[in-house]
């Protein structure tokens, strides 16, 4: 059938552009992958007639001036300096979270061993203690300095005696992730459920299908090499639209002009639901 799809991969009927244009960056799906896919009884080449295509050039032309940019490459990069022998910075926070939770160090070693069963740290504060897993440079200096663990700041005694717990962070997170089940799973269980009803209205929208395909011959137009005669693409190219700016307009992109095609060319579907 003259204009179908080819799933053996052949060269489709594509019209060249007077000029090279700028290229949407997409992933390419080849005739044999577009294979029980929306994109299988998809044709974009009739599409072609529709379009403005000699405004469409001008629009994205890819001859324009290169805008250079600057940008600061100066960084002053300080050594953190050291409290005992932690980072001052990460032992100063480590101690105002401490005394937020207002336990001691074997209070806190004992609900890590426990999992919280008595539930005396809030799930916040558990993400917050998270920050603080001792390093593995940071037990190296702490243990050099065991034998004046009474002279310790809070801060190292705390990461000190944290790092005597085997598999620490290990036992951290799954803390977290148990403090914090029940509310992602309710968090959870709306999207999900959106997320079926949304891939049916997908499913039965023509319109969409519609879009897609105007997406597609633009594409086809605007590439060439290896990114051209693309069957269809991966739905994350939709993200990289608007990345493909016009040559005429810097405030235009890709996104822009196919809004506006789908405006004046087909209003049914810029204006109906889809």
């Known amino acids: 059938v003259p204009g179908a799809p080819a ?15 700028k290229s949407f960056n997409w992933s390419k799906m080849t005739a044999n992958q577009v294979k029980d896919t929306v994109w299988k009884d998809l044709d974009e080449t009739k599409t072609y007639g529709l379009l403005d295509l000699d405004e469409f050039e ?10 250079g940019s600057t ?19 990460r032992a100063q926070n480590c101690t105002i979270l401490l ?13 890590v061993l426990s999992m919280d069963d008595d539930d005396e740290v809030t799930p916040d504060m558990t993400e917050q203690l998270l ?6 440079d940071e037990i190296q200096l702490l243990e050099s300095h065991k034998d004046e663990l009474d002279k310790m700041a809070r801060a190292d005694r705390f990461l000190f005696e944290m790092s005597r717990i085997n598999h620490y962070e290990q036992r951290m997170q799954i803390l977290y992730y148990k403090k914090r089940f029940s509310e992602r ?12 009803r949304a891939s049916k209205e997908i499913l039965r929208s023509k319109r969409l299908v519609r879009l897609l395909e105007i997406v597609l011959a633009f594409g086809n137009y605007m590439n060439r090499g290896a990114r051209s005669n693309a069957y269809g693409f991966k739905l994350n190219s939709l993200n990289k639209i608007v990345d493909t700016r016009a040559s005429t307009d810097r405030k235009m992109t890709l996104l822009h002009y196919l809004i506006e095609t789908l405006e004046k060319k087909f209003p049914d579907r810029s204006e109906e639901r889809f």
Not at 7 to 21: A, C, V
Not at 131 to 136: D, E, I, R, S
């Open 7 to 21: 799933f053996g991969g052949s060269q489709k009927k594509i019209p060249k552009p007077t000029h090279p244009l």
């Open 58 to 67: 001008k629009t994205f032309s890819a001859y324009q001036k290169k805008e």
């Open 71 to 89: 940008e600061d490459l100066s960084q002053l990069k300080s050594k953190p300096k050291e409290l005992s022998v932690i980072d001052g910075r």
């Open 99 to 111: 005394s937020k939770l207002k336990l001691s160090d074997e209070e806190l070693r004992l609900i």
């Open 131 to 136: 920050k603080y897993v001792p390093q593995h």
């Open 185 to 196: 799973l309710t968090d959870c269980r709306p999207k999900v459920n959106a997320l079926f």
